[in-house]
């Protein structure tokens, strides 16, 4: 059973970090471009940020630039999120990503993981 797992969402204070890790089960997503997807309440889903298959290329919304940074661990069949700097705009659920069809970023996520909460709020 093909499965993207989250962990690492939570309640954190503005300014704060976290850490979200989402890992693969039953294919292997080193072959997949690998994203991460938010949706604030009330709001559609934004694309925060993409790593390409080898982890060459990696891309990120203009309101996260310089502030999180992609990673992925084949190895450990793993992508994580590094999110710093947090501010309330930063609040919804987050969610991990698959495109199956591309070694790059761009094309449409096909897998995707339950979504984890993170609020930034004082």
């Known amino acids: 059973q093909l499965q993207l797992v989250e962990s690492g969402g939570g309640l954190v204070q503005p300014g704060g970090s976290l850490r979200l890790s989402c890992t693969a089960s039953g294919f292997t997503l080193g072959y997949y471009a690998m994203g991460w997807v938010r949706q604030a309440p009330g709001k559609e889903r934004e694309g925060v940020s993409c790593i390409s298959s080898g982890g060459r290329n990696t891309t990120y919304a203009d309101s996260v630039k310089g502030r999180f940074f992609i990673s992925r661990d084949d190895a450990e069949n793993t992508v994580t999120l590094h999110m710093n700097s947090l501010k309330p705009e930063d609040t919804g659920v987050y969610y991990c990503?698959?495109?199956?069809?591309?070694?790059?970023?761009?094309?449409?996520?096909?897998?995707w993981g339950q979504g984890t909460q993170i609020t930034v709020s004082s």
């Open positions: 990503a698959a495109d199956p069809w591309r070694f790059e970023c761009g094309g449409e996520y096909f897998y």
